[in-house]
């Protein structure tokens, strides 16, 4: 079965530490793997995606994340979290023939001061 | 460009009462989608088009109808509402098999 997992439902970093946020997949073709952010009361915001090549791909606000085929992972990450990183973050895969995306359940960041 | 837009912003119903939610983009995409946003549950899919014309079910399709009036324009109805039905409903497009755009959603409370 096709599903998207971010095992974690809420993360508390300080301001200033590093963030790994964690995906992963089950999917039966080459998946294309996408990162959103969603700040309160609004929609979804793309923050890097992943279609094929270089397994590491940089994103907006200083996010990247890492494809690893072996561990069907794509964990985000950031090495320095600012307080406008607070929000909810959601991994998705597509692809492979298919035009539906399946959404993980996401990960409500809180940043402390 | 706008973008994604979606009407109305807000919106609250009696059960048994219909309403359409309304979509648009101008990115020329082909692909639309109806998601509903509960918590804890993530996103999911209620209907997409993957082009102009198509039609199909996703995840949660029950009590929902959809109609693809032109390649810009995909809209969500409700026929009777029902509580179970209170959500935030976002719409999307995407190019074939790219990244999806999402509009600022509609939060809906059926009483």
């Known amino acids: 079965a096709q599903s998207v997992t971010q095992p974690d439902i809420h993360i508390t970093v300080s301001e200033g530490a590093s963030l790994e946020l964690r995906c992963n997949y089950s999917?039966?073709?080459?998946?294309?793997l996408f990162w959103y952010v969603q700040s309160p009361g609004q929609g979804l915001q793309l923050l890097l995606k992943y279609f094929s090549g270089d397994t590491l791909v940089q994103g907006i606000k200083g996010f990247e994340a890492e494809f690893k085929r072996s561990q069907s992972s794509f964990n985000l990450r950031k090495p320095s979290v600012h307080w406008s990183d607070a929000a909810e973050y959601f991994c998705a895969v597509g692809g492979g023939g298919t035009y539906k995306y399946i959404f993980g359940t996401g990960t409500r960041l809180k940043v402390l001061a | 460009n706008a973008g994604v837009t979606q009407t109305p912003k807000f919106q609250v119903l009696k059960t048994g009462q219909s309403m359409t939610l309304q979509c648009a983009q101008d990115?020329?995409?082909?692909?639309m989608y109806w998601y509903r946003q509960d918590p804890g549950m993530g996103l999911r899919l209620i209907y997409y088009s993957a082009s102009e014309g198509t039609t199909d079910k996703g995840e949660v399709p029950n009590g929902y109808n959809v109609s693809r009036l032109n390649k810009r324009e995909f809209s969500l109805r409700l026929e009777s509402a029902a509580p179970s039905q209170t959500s935030v409903y976002f719409c999307?497009?995407?190019?074939?098999?790219?990244?999806?755009?999402f509009g600022p959603g509609t939060r809906l409370t059926v009483l």
């Open positions: 999917y039966g073709a080459t998946p294309y």
């Open positions: 990115m020329n995409h082909n692909s």
């Open positions: 999307a497009s995407s190019a074939i098999e790219g990244e999806q755009f």
